[in-house]
């Protein structure tokens, strides 16, 4: 395993990191869940991210349980807040008490005293900048949360973000966008604008929602028991099931062996080639998913090979800033 600072901050973590939205506490049993953190932590990985929303809040409890025993200080527990986690009208956006109410709940269930990072899960247009900042920052000086973060904000919501968080003295070091070889949308602004003001991204879906895995091919069926069959989930990956996106993946086939590696190690590995990534977030429902996976740590990725796959990718590359978006309401 390979490691690198989160931001400018001195918080090393694994540049594989282990995610369990979708997989644990509803597409998975917890005893595989437990299997698979088994694996990544086996592999050397120390970062887990999750969510409260994850799983209707089980995600984080089992979690909590697979890393129970583990030693605290060699882990980083990363998770985040923002969707709906009850009826309430207040058990949703980044208010001043939601955010006080969901760290207590994060913590209870993931059996900890704190998180590593604590992420605003979307922008919340409903609330005032300056009440999240400060209830984040509230969160860190209580010690419940060492940093804080953001994940899937525009580059001026971040800018905005990173002048409060300054002016709160609260280590604001981290977004957490969908990134990978054909979702690119935060390239022109996040990632300068991120680098400008001592962010790193910790990016989910490096390998497209399966897509990059090569296991979908243009004119077949999509497997049965695959993402694209699953219940949540289903919707992110449907858009990418077009034959010119599954036929320009298959032509990277040889390019994956030529390097070494599976196509979808190449797809962990094309987005860490990006130096303002700090870490790509894995997820498995098998704990070989999880060994394969961990092989794109520590791979360098020459310049040639890297045109290559922008020359078989290029027409079907996203690219648009505008397509980072948060709920035009509080959800």
Not at 77 to 91: E, H, L, S
Not at 145 to 173: C, F, M, N, Q, T
Request: aromatic residues 6%; hydrophobic residues 40%; glycine residues 8%.
């Amino acid at each position: 395993m390979e490691f690198r600072h989160l931001g400018r901050s001195g918080l090393i973590v694994s540049e594989i990191a282990y995610g369990n939205w979708i997989t644990h506490g509803s597409q998975i049993e917890a005893e595989a869940a437990h299997a698979c953190v088994r694996a990544a932590l086996d592999e050397g990985i120390t970062t887990f991210d999750t969510a409260d929303v994850y799983a209707g809040t089980k995600a984080e409890e089992v979690l909590g349980d697979a890393l129970a025993g583990e030693r605290r200080e060699g882990l980083e527990i990363f998770t985040k807040v923002f969707w709906p986690t009850g009826p309430g009208r207040n058990d949703r956006g980044l208010s001043r008490k939601h955010i006080a109410e969901s760290i207590n709940g994060s913590l209870r269930r993931l059996r900890t005293d704190y998180v590593d990072l604590y992420q605003a899960h979307r922008y919340d247009v409903s609330t005032p900048l300056e009440e999240t900042m400060l209830a984040f920052a509230d969160v860190v000086r209580s010690g419940k949360a060492l940093y804080i973060g953001v994940s899937e904000w525009r580059a001026e919501e971040i800018r905005a973000a990173a002048e409060l968080a300054k002016e709160l003295h609260v280590p604001l070091v981290s977004n957490q966008p969908q990134y990978n070889m054909l979702w690119r949308v935060i390239e022109a602004e996040v990632v300068p604008a991120s680098e400008e003001l001592g962010l790193s991204q910790i990016v989910w879906s490096p390998i497209a929602q399966g897509v990059l895995t090569g296991k979908y091919k243009p004119g077949q069926p999509v497997p049965a028991g695959s993402r694209a069959t699953a219940e949540r989930g289903a919707n992110f990956i449907t858009p990418m099931l077009t034959d010119d996106i599954l036929g320009r993946v298959a032509q990277l086939e040889p390019l994956a062996a030529e390097a070494g590696l599976s196509l979808a190690q190449l797809a962990v590995a094309w987005t860490l080639q990006n130096p303002n990534v700090a870490a790509a977030i894995v997820g498995a429902t098998r704990p070989e998913q999880v060994r394969e996976n961990v092989k794109a740590a520590g791979v360098k990725l020459d310049a040639g090979l890297l045109k290559r796959i922008d020359d078989i990718l290029d027409p079907v590359i996203e690219r648009d800033p505008a397509k980072t978006v948060s709920p035009a309401a509080r959800p």
